[in-house]
């Protein structure tokens, strides 16, 4: 079992940055797999970022998106820079473990032009 917290989402303007924390509740050794995930309004959850071996971005973000992590803390990072108003939606981390998807409880973000 894990356990993923998400943080950091919020209001920011066009062309602003932000960034989003992903707290797991064990090591992230082990995962076979992380990332992030997004929701707009309407819209299906779609790939932002995946980290399994190599990193994997969406095309709307690279360049502008940044995957991290913090092992002593376990916790990983998503810095958002250039934020963009199609960038608005709910973030959820995700890991695999054992054959299982995790997934946090997601952080909003809104980006206003």
């Known amino acids: 079992q894990v356990q993923l917290v998400e943080s950091g989402g919020g209001l920011v303007q066009a062309g602003g940055s932000l960034r989003l924390s992903c707290a797991a509740s064990?090591?992230?050794?082990?995962?076979?797999?992380v990332g992030w995930y997004r929701q707009a309004p309407g819209k299906e959850r779609e790939l932002v970022v995946v980290?399994?071996?190599?990193?994997d971005y969406a095309d709307s973000v690279k360049g502008r998106f940044a995957i991290s992590r913090d092992n002593a803390k376990n916790t990983m990072y998503l810095q958002m820079n250039s934020l963009k108003s199609e960038d608005t939606a709910v973030y959820y981390c995700?890991?695999?473990?054992?054959?299982?998807?995790?997934w946090g409880q997601g952080t909003p973000v809104t980006v206003s032009s």
């Open positions: 980290l399994r071996g190599s990193t």
């Open positions: 064990r090591s992230f050794f082990g995962f076979d797999a």
């Open positions: 995700y890991v695999l473990f054992r054959n299982i998807n995790y």
